[in-house]
């Protein structure tokens, strides 16, 4: 009766929906060496199994074997369980062919999300599948959120290295990362973990409960799964090294700098500098070198820094380190989750080669994260008479009011301990339906066709803003009538402005803080169709004693779209502690047809094997500038003898613009920048050269080098998305072997060298407008370069400035199709497990399984402006942004005897350095940085071990236990190179020595 029961309630729960949900390609599990958790590719001719047909990922083509043209590396459902991962990132970020992009440290940059990133080209540059299709996106950026898929139904991951866009489309430039869930359940699996740091903090732990049935004399299959996590907040004053924010260095006492009069920086000197403390904070402007200090301060006459006296009124020069404001505390080191996460799929045969399938799935993620109150600084109108002041600070200040009217203008900075830390809900839900049929058409012919619809909306909640304008009224007193002090304008005080007291520590009333404090909304709503229909199987036979041509052919049709919905505080930019932005809607669709070839020659002849295969895609985009597309691919595979395959793929791909690209909200802004035609640039860039280039481009003789080219620090310009974009393009090549001796059995070896490069980048207009002058002027120098266009035209032809506001033209600094990527290295696999011909349980035989995959980085080379090639960064071996270690790998070595095993996994993460030692230039020369001015140039390679062990207590229960990060490898405290927490959380361990345990029931 329970299994009746059981049968019809998946039944009904599934096929509700069953005609409106959509299909995968056939995708069998692709098997991996026992107990190793990670393998190379394995090809099964003459191994004692029968894997019947399958479709490997990269192709659409069932095959008979593994062996792929391109680079393939497989990860087992084993691999999550030995490494304690409750995030699917915890398992990927760990192998050499993937850099961290955001992850469960990201809490400043960060989004609540997880991303991937494959060679580190970027998480919309690598295309994340599941069961071979396409996933749900989460932003504008249309880029998959990891915690979305559910890890503990992941029975393996396959990772595609290089272009893939003939087979799946946009986006597949650095591979293709496809997660294949567990299909045709029949049973219940129950199961749990618990992860704590040797601390005894960041405690994690999920819930895991999947039920599948047979129904109909086995016609028809269906399940249901769910999930729970929830992962426990560290701070990162929980660890020494990320206790003080780390900098580039102190200001002293007593080494004065001649030209501020105060305290110089002396950079890495005296090392890495650190915060040590208070309360209140700011950057004030008359000194840039100096640091955030504990105090409000304001900037004097003569344009130092100054700070105030903790009990209010008085002002000292900004001098004693000990000043520097510790946001540590505030930020979060491990962010907390909680999520939620049901699933279903079915199947049913309705008649001999017609069979519905349907996949269903709804996540709800939420990810807060925490910042350090608060700093503001910026100029405004302060009253002389205020009592907030003494008789010290009205005497600083009184020079600054030269139409004697009692009031200055000046710069003012502030941190808002008083409101509290920034905190952000950033809560997140998706759904996702998928529906379809496939079936035989013939006995080497089949079908499948699928439409696939998901939906994702994100919230965030922001608490601890500041209303600019705010906090400008209530600086702004005057007196009353019956002489109280109140916020001279009148539109503010009927909006319920108080006056603030900022000019000490802990001064402020709290209705003036309230007042100045807002909170702030952001959604973003995304949004993919997916409609797939393809035909494949095989076509002739060559006769030369090889397999039959193999063949798909198939049509797709895709829609994205996403708005970015900001409320009024953020679109308008009158809000400091988080990012403002601009609303962003948009959508495009794309028709596609797609075709691919696998023509076996030879097999067993007077070679064992030769092989080749194709692939085409032509995709006609809504977009003008992107239209029709093609991409395509070409490879071989030889195999002079049954021990050693040779194979070759080259990959032409694309990347389409994405509607962050394209629609991202356009504003007109205000940075600072320095045109080098004025006298606000570095004097040794007034030469004779810049000086004709400005004469060319419209500045008049008499104006270069003076300040009516550029009459204020600011210049106003254009940002935001480009509809006119084209795509990226790149082209991939792989050629390695694969080894299989047949007098080491079960030995198997992959070396591929991977070259991938990618043209007409998408990125923000030369990184900004203050680079696009520089670039141009004192490095291009040649008004014809692109990059030089910016700003042809533009300026006003009476002072030669740029910007509307001083009478000329605005630049658009958009989007645009301007830097170029390239990455090179070898990847290499081993893989072997041994008998050992004994059992200490004398329960069957042991056996040792041996897992090794390392990469090898030739080449990482990035450059900004691809008109201006000589300006090419180096990155390989360096870190800015991601380190890149020229090595890494991830190995494990397995001991399994009967019911038991134990494993030890150990990852090696090389070293790296400073990227400025390699990347410093003057003009064109690449002049490098000597290593004894920087804080910490060289980072030493790491080693972390994990220790898994592994008990099946009967047939249907399992226990797992281990220990990741064995002997507590603590990261280097960086300087200003770091990402968050002093160092690279998504690279380097943060969490020290920590423990889990866990348990599945199987029946």
């Given at each position: 009766m329970r299994s009746n029961f059981r049968q019809h309630l998946l039944t009904t729960a599934v096929l509700v929906g069953a005609t409106v949900a959509a299909p995968a390609f056939a995708q069998e599990a692709v098997p991996s060496i026992q107990g190793a958790g990670v393998s190379a590719e394995v090809d099964p001719r003459g191994a004692d199994q029968d894997t019947g047909t399958i479709v490997v990922t990269g192709s659409r083509i069932q095959r008979p074997d593994l062996t792929s043209t391109s680079p393939l590396t497989v990860v087992s459902s084993e691999e999550f369980q030995l490494s304690g991962a409750t995030n699917v990132e915890q398992v990927l970020n760990t192998l050499p062919q993937v850099l961290p992009g955001v992850t469960g440290?990201?809490?400043?940059?960060?989004?609540?999300?997880?991303?991937?990133?494959?060679?580190?080209?970027?998480?919309?540059?690598?295309?994340?599948?599941?069961?071979?299709?396409?996933?749900?996106?989460?932003?504008?950026?249309?880029?998959?959120?990891?915690?979305?898929?559910?890890?503990?139904?992941?029975?393996?991951?396959d990772v595609v290295t290089g272009g893939a866009s003939a087979v799946y489309g946009s986006d597949a430039i650095a591979g293709v990362v496809n997660f294949r869930l567990r299909q045709d359940l029949n049973g219940i699996i129950m199961g749990g973990q618990y992860n704590i740091t040797e601390r005894g903090d960041g405690a994690r732990y999920n819930i895991d409960f999947a039920m599948g049935s047979d129904f109909a004399d086995g016609r028809g299959n269906v399940a249901l799964f769910a999930n729970y996590t929830q992962r426990k907040p560290i701070f990162q004053n929980q660890r020494d090294f990320s206790r003080f924010a780390a900098g580039d260095g102190c200001i002293r006492p007593g080494t004065t700098n001649p030209d501020t009069g105060i305290g110089q920086n002396l950079g890495g000197a005296l090392g890495t500098c650190v915060s040590r403390g208070g309360e209140l904070g700011l950057i004030p402007q008359g000194s840039a070198s100096t640091p955030i200090a504990s105090l409000p301060s304001v900037t004097s006459p003569s344009g130092l820094g100054y700070i105030f006296n903790p009990t209010g009124g008085g002002v000292t020069p900004f001098l004693d380190p000990d000043n520097l404001y510790n946001f540590a505390p505030d930020n979060y080191l491990q962010l907390p989750q909680e999520r939620y996460l049901i699933g279903a799929y079915g199947n049913y045969e309705v008649t001999e080669g017609v069979e519905l399938?349907?996949?269903?799935?709804?996540?709800?993620?939420?990810?807060?994260?925490?910042?350090?109150?608060?700093?503001?600084?910026?100029?405004?109108?302060?009253?002389?008479?205020?009592?907030?002041?003494?008789?010290?600070?009205?005497?600083?200040?009184?020079?600054?009011?030269?139409?004697?009217?009692?009031?200055?203008?000046?710069?003012?900075?502030?941190?808002?301990?008083?409101?509290?830390?920034?905190?952000?809900?950033?809560?997140?839900?998706?759904?996702?339906?998928?529906?379809?049929?496939?079936?035989?058409?013939?006995?080497?012919?089949?079908?499948?066709?699928?439409?696939?619809?998901?939906?994702?909306?994100?919230?965030?909640?922001?608490?601890?803003?500041?209303?600019?304008?705010?906090?400008?009224?209530?600086?702004?007193?005057?007196?009353?009538?019956?002489?109280?002090?109140?916020?001279?304008?009148?539109?503010?005080?009927?909006?319920?402005?108080?006056?603030?007291?900022?000019?000490?520590?802990?001064?402020?009333?709290?209705?003036?803080?309230?007042?100045?404090?807002?909170?702030?909304?952001?959604?973003?709503?995304?949004?993919?169709?997916?409609?797939?229909?393809?035909?494949s199987g095989s076509l002739f036979n060559l006769g030369l004693g090889a397999g039959d041509v193999g063949f798909a052919l198939g049509g797709e049709y895709r829609r994205m779209s996403s708005q970015y919905i900001p409320d009024t505080f953020l679109a308008s930019g009158d809000v400091a502690g988080f990012n403002a932005g601009q609303p962003t809607s948009g959508s495009y669709d794309v028709k596609e047809i797609f075709g691919e070839l696998r023509v076996?020659?030879?097999?067993?002849?007077?070679?064992?094997?030769?092989?080749?295969?194709?692939?085409?895609?032509?995709?006609?985009?809504?977009?003008?500038?992107?239209?029709?597309?093609?991409?395509?691919?070409?490879?071989?595979?030889?195999?002079?003898?049954?021990?050693?395959?040779?194979?070759?793929?080259?990959?032409?791909?694309?990347?389409?613009?994405?509607?962050?690209?394209?629609?991202?909200?356009?504003?007109?802004?205000?940075?600072?920048?320095?045109?080098?035609?004025?006298?606000?640039?570095?004097?040794?860039?007034?030469?004779?050269?810049?000086?004709?280039?400005?004469?060319?481009?419209?500045?008049?003789?008499?104006?270069?080098?003076?300040?009516?080219?550029?009459?204020?620090?600011?210049?106003?310009?254009?940002?935001?998305?480009?509809?006119?974009?084209?795509?990226?393009?790149?082209?991939?090549?792989?050629?390695?072997?694969?080894?299989?001796p047949s007098f080491i059995p079960r030995l198997n070896i992959t070396v591929d060298y991977f070259n991938i490069k990618v043209e007409d980048v998408i990125s923000t207009f030369a990184g900004g407008l203050n680079s696009a002058l520089s670039l141009c002027y004192t490095v291009a120098q040649d008004l014809s370069n692109p990059i030089c266009q910016a700003f042809t035209g533009l300026r006003n032809p009476a002072t030669g400035a740029l910007g509307e506001t001083s009478g000329g033209g605005n630049p658009n600094i958009l989007s645009a199709n301007i830097a170029d990527l390239e990455t090179s290295g070898i990847d290499v696999q081993v893989d072997y497990n041994m008998p050992l011909g004994f059992s200490l349980f004398g329960n069957g035989e042991s056996r040792v399984n041996f897992f090794y995959l390392g990469t090898y980085l030739d080449r990482y080379r990035s450059t900004a402006v691809a008109s201006i090639p000589e300006r090419v960064t180096i990155a390989e071996g360096s870190f800015s942004g991601n380190p890149l270690p020229q090595y890494r790998h991830t190995t494990r070595l397995t001991y399994s005897d009967g019911p038991a095993s134990l494993s030890l996994r150990w990852r090696y993460f090389g070293k790296v350095q400073d990227f400025r030692i390699e990347n410093t230039f003057s003009g064109l020369d690449r002049v490098g940085t000597d290593p004894a001015l920087l804080v910490n140039p060289f980072v030493s390679e790491v080693n972390y071990f994990d220790l898994t062990a592994n008990v099946d207590v009967s047939d249907n229960f399992t226990l797992t236990m281990g220990v990741n990060n064995l002997f507590d490898e603590k990261p280097e405290v960086l300087g200003s190179l770091q990402e968050q927490a002093n160092t690279y959380p998504g690279s380097y361990d943060v969490l020290g020595r920590d423990f889990f345990v866990g348990a599945r029931l199987q029946f």
């Open positions: 440290f990201s809490n400043n940059p960060g989004n609540g999300a997880v991303t991937l990133n494959l060679r580190n080209l970027g998480a919309t540059r690598t295309l994340v599948l599941v069961n071979g299709r396409r996933w749900m996106f989460y932003d504008t950026n249309q880029i998959v959120d990891l915690n979305t898929i559910p890890q503990f139904m992941v029975e393996g991951v399938f349907t996949e269903l799935s709804f996540v709800n993620n939420s990810v807060p994260q925490e910042l350090a109150p608060t700093p503001i600084g910026q100029s405004v109108n302060l009253q002389l008479a205020s009592p907030f002041f003494n008789d010290q600070t009205r005497a600083l200040l009184a020079p600054l009011d030269t139409n004697n009217d009692g009031y200055v203008t000046t710069n003012v900075g502030f941190r808002f301990n008083q409101s509290g830390p920034r905190n952000v809900d950033a809560n997140r839900t998706a759904f996702r339906i998928l529906g379809g049929v496939r079936g035989d058409i013939a006995p080497k012919l089949q079908y499948e066709a699928y439409y696939s619809y998901a939906r994702t909306r994100n919230s965030q909640f922001q608490q601890g803003n500041i209303a600019r304008s705010r906090f400008g009224f209530a600086l702004n007193t005057s007196f009353d009538a019956a002489g109280n002090l109140q916020c001279a304008d009148a539109g503010a005080r009927a909006a319920g402005c108080v006056p603030l007291n900022i000019f000490g520590l802990g001064l402020a009333d709290q209705d003036a803080i309230d007042y100045v404090t807002i909170n702030s909304n952001n959604t973003e709503i995304s949004e993919l169709q997916n409609a797939v229909a393809v035909v076996p020659i030879i097999e067993d002849g007077f070679i064992d094997l030769l092989e080749l295969n194709g692939a085409a895609r032509y995709s006609d985009y809504s977009l003008g500038n992107v239209g029709g597309v093609w991409t395509y691919a070409g490879g071989v595979n030889i195999a002079p003898v049954p021990d050693i395959l040779f194979r070759g793929n080259y990959q032409r791909s694309v990347r389409a613009p994405n509607v962050q690209d394209l629609f991202g909200g356009n504003s007109t802004g205000f940075p600072a920048a320095q045109d080098p035609c004025s006298d606000r640039g570095p004097a040794n860039t007034r030469t004779d050269a810049v000086r004709a280039l400005c004469i060319a481009s419209g500045v008049p003789a008499a104006n270069v080098f003076t300040r009516a080219v550029q009459p204020n620090a600011q210049i106003q310009a254009n940002f935001g998305g480009n509809p006119n974009l084209s795509e990226e393009t790149s082209d991939t090549y792989t050629v390695g072997a694969v080894i299989r």
